[in-house]
């Protein structure tokens, strides 16, 4: 039985890979989700660094580079890991292991048979695998897609006849694009997407509104046939507006901000002028 594309806390499923090998396993919890995974004896899991919940003692866990990563040093130098962690059941006996979402997030089983054996997928999508899956890295040769930002132009390939287990923020809608069927998406909140839908990049204003940052100005114009996964809350949206709320206190909060503000760029005008007049002394 295949996976299903999206499941409700609690519910258990089992996957049969096409060798007929059965995995069952079950996603728990509302928003920051945790995916548990059962093991037979040799059985193992590929996840990503750091996503490890719990497992039971028979499980061994070993982290591994990834020699597939075709764009290991943009990942690197973006701040991605360019390693994986393997979970492999070296009991007799079934083992489990609990794999957690990073942030408030979803988890999404995808079958890849279903998606005809390939998806992209933006950044740090992608959770952890079962039975065949390759995790490469590809860089968007089109310069016209290349964003000021990692999300821009690295993305993840998820290859293979496996499970996949991907992450969304927020809440997550699948969208199937029929034949030529058009659809605009904001970049950021694109989860993954088969290989068969075609990308083109839509800048929503002078080119200068981008590069200096800022919400919505980059669109996404996909086009069928294929499926897309589309997230409500992308990580990093949630991380700027909590940084704006921690760093950037308003009036309320703060009645001195703004006059701090003043106080010190006037000093730092006074230095300055101090500065030009002895030096043309």
């Given amino acids: 039985m295949a996976a299903p594309f999206f499941s409700t806390p609690f519910q258990p499923f089992v996957y049969q890979s096409p060798q007929e090998a059965v995995t069952p396993f079950q996603i728990l919890g509302g928003e920051a989700q945790i995916v548990q995974i059962m093991l037979k004896p040799q059985e193992k899991v590929i996840a990503r660094p750091g996503s490890m919940c719990y497992m039971s003692g028979s499980i061994e866990m070993e982290n591994v580079f990834a020699p597939e990563i075709e764009a290991g040093v943009?990942?690197?130098?973006?701040?991605?890991?360019?390693?994986?962690?393997?979970l492999s059941n070296v009991g007799s006996s079934d083992g489990f292991v609990g794999i957690a979402a990073p942030s408030l997030a979803r988890i999404l089983p995808i079958d890849l048979a279903m998606l005809g054996g390939e998806m992209l997928c933006q950044p740090d999508a992608f959770l952890c695998s079962i039975s065949d899956v390759k995790v490469s890295n590809t860089v968007d040769q089109r310069v016209r897609n290349a964003i000021v930002s990692a999300e821009g132009f690295l993305r993840q390939k998820i290859s293979g006849q496996g499970l996949a287990f991907v992450v969304g923020g927020g809440t997550v809608v699948q969208k199937n694009l029929e034949v030529g069927e058009v659809l605009?998406?904001?970049?950021?909140?694109?989860?993954?997407?088969?290989?068969?839908?075609?990308?083109?990049?839509?800048?929503?204003?002078?080119?200068?509104?981008?590069?200096?940052?800022?919400?919505?100005?980059?669109?996404?114009?996909?086009?069928?046939?294929?499926?897309?996964?589309?997230?409500?809350?992308?990580?990093?949206?949630?991380?700027?507006?909590?940084?704006?709320?921690?760093?950037?206190?308003?009036?309320?909060?703060?009645?001195?901000?703004?006059i701090q503000i003043a106080i010190f760029l006037f000093l730092a005008y006074a230095v300055i002028v101090s500065s030009l007049i002895l030096t043309d002394l």
């Fill in 184 to 258: 605009a998406v904001d970049m950021s909140s694109i989860v993954a997407l088969s290989a068969t839908v075609n990308v083109q990049v839509k800048y929503n204003g002078p080119i200068r509104r981008v590069v200096f940052g800022g919400d919505n100005l980059v669109t996404g114009v996909l086009k069928g046939p294929g499926i897309v996964f589309i997230q409500s809350m992308p990580f990093h949206r949630l991380s700027q507006r909590i940084a704006r709320a921690v760093t950037s206190p308003n009036m309320r909060d703060n009645p001195k901000f703004f």
């Fill in 74 to 86: 943009w990942q690197w130098l973006f701040g991605k890991s360019v390693s994986s962690i393997v």
